[in-house]
């Protein structure tokens, strides 16, 4: 693939770095990322994907922008509060970098249409903020083989993850680490629990550097690893996290089969709880 001149203006700071080159411009500019929520994750994600020039970026979200969004959400702008967030995105990409095409599916991700839309996609990067959508991404992504960068906020404390456990070896999913989501009402919803705007932008941005780095296919991967930054005494930490032998998706006696059964007892999509793991 050959580029153009302003591409290579462009993307000049990329080329440079011999662990990227032109051949890693090229793969970035050949791949597909699916961007689940094109909120306080989502906004940076898309942001930071786009300016590298990833060519496709898919992007999942029914909502609407909201005025409260606009404190972290950075897709957004005032103006476009009542606009379908990935109408939003949109726009915000096409102004950044035309290289880029931001296929929007403005729906909510369900399990009957999860597969189709995974698959589609080379990595998926989850931005969502519920619990019921963390488990069906993960089990999407497991069935359709492909790796997912996994974003989580509370608060103050953020977390970042991926998963491949669809590859042989050590490779937790999601479910390794969390087997179950909490029951409704258990966990606060994140318009009761508030999050500093700025740690969205934090955590976003890290996601993107890993699926840059999965494309690109440089460095080392964070599977098999959990990092979690406490804002408020900005500390950071990486506990090892592994595959769990009773998993119920990946393990050798799995008891999910397909998506249909990721969902059985859980909350349902649009049942929004902030994330609080105990890790
Ligand atoms: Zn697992």
Same mark, same amino acid.
Request: hydrophobic share 45%.
């Given at each position: 693939?050959?580029?153009?001149?302003?591409?290579?203006?462009?993307?000049?700071?990329?080329?440079?770095?011999?662990?990227? !080159?032109? #051949?890693?411009?090229?793969? @970035?500019?050949? +791949?597909? *990322?699916?961007? /689940? &929520?094109?909120?306080?994750? !989502?906004? #940076?994600?898309?942001?930071? @994907?786009?300016? +590298?020039? *990833?060519?496709? /970026? &898919?992007?999942?979200?029914?909502?609407?922008?909201?005025?409260?969004? @606009?404190?972290?959400?950075?897709?957004?702008?005032?103006?476009?509060?009542?606009?379908?967030?990935?109408?939003?995105?949109? @726009?915000?990409?096409?102004?950044?970098?035309?290289?880029?095409?931001?296929?929007?599916?403005?729906?909510?991700?369900?399990?009957?249409?999860?597969?189709?839309?995974?698959?589609?996609?080379?990595?998926?990067?989850?931005?969502?903020?519920?619990?019921?959508?963390?488990?069906?991404?993960?089990?999407?992504?497991?069935?359709?083989?492909?790796?997912?960068?996994?974003?989580?906020?509370?608060?103050?404390?953020?977390?970042?993850?991926?998963?491949?456990?669809?590859?042989?070896?050590?490779?937790?999913?999601?479910?390794?680490?969390?087997?179950?989501?909490?029951?409704?009402?258990?966990?606060?919803?994140?318009?009761?629990?508030?999050?500093?705007?700025?740690?969205?932008?934090?955590?976003?941005?890290?996601?993107?550097?890993?699926?840059?780095?999965?494309?690109?296919?440089?460095?080392?991967?964070?599977?098999?690893?959990?990092?979690?930054?406490?804002?408020?005494?900005?500390?950071?930490?990486?506990?090892?996290?592994?595959?769990?032998?009773?998993?119920?998706?990946?393990?050798?006696?799995?008891?999910?089969?397909?998506?249909?059964?990721?969902?059985?007892?859980?909350?349902?999509?649009?049942?929004?709880?902030?994330?609080?793991?105990?890790?």
């Amino acid at each position: 693939m050959d580029l153009r001149d302003d591409q290579i203006e462009r993307y000049a700071r990329h080329i440079i770095l011999k662990e990227v !080159g032109g #051949p890693g411009q090229a793969r @970035l500019l050949n +791949a597909r *990322v699916l961007v /689940i &929520g094109a909120g306080g994750l !989502g906004s #940076p994600l898309v942001m930071y @994907l786009a300016a +590298a020039g *990833v060519g496709t /970026i &898919g992007v999942v979200d029914f909502d609407e922008v909201s005025l409260s969004n @606009l404190q972290r959400q950075i897709l957004h702008i005032t103006e476009r509060v009542g606009m379908p967030k990935t109408e939003s995105a949109q @726009l915000a990409v096409k102004a950044l970098n035309p290289d880029v095409n931001l296929v929007a599916h403005t729906e909510r991700l369900t399990a009957a249409n999860a597969m189709a839309l995974v698959s589609q996609y080379d990595v998926v990067a989850d931005g969502s903020d519920n619990f019921a959508t963390r488990f069906l991404v993960n089990d999407a992504a497991f069935f359709a083989k492909k790796t997912l960068v996994s974003g989580a906020l509370s608060q103050f404390d953020g977390q970042i993850a991926m998963f491949r456990a669809h590859k042989p070896g050590d490779n937790p999913c999601y479910r390794c680490i969390y087997r179950e989501p909490p029951p409704p009402g258990l966990a606060p919803s994140c318009a009761e629990a508030g999050i500093l705007g700025a740690l969205a932008g934090v955590v976003g941005s890290l996601q993107a550097v890993e699926v840059l780095k999965e494309i690109v296919g440089i460095g080392e991967s964070l599977s098999g690893k959990l990092v979690i930054y406490d804002a408020l005494n900005a500390a950071w930490r990486t506990v090892k996290v592994r595959r769990d032998a009773k998993c119920a998706l990946c393990g050798p006696t799995p008891i999910i089969k397909n998506l249909s059964q990721s969902l059985i007892g859980h909350p349902q999509p649009g049942e929004e709880f902030c994330e609080v793991p105990a890790a």
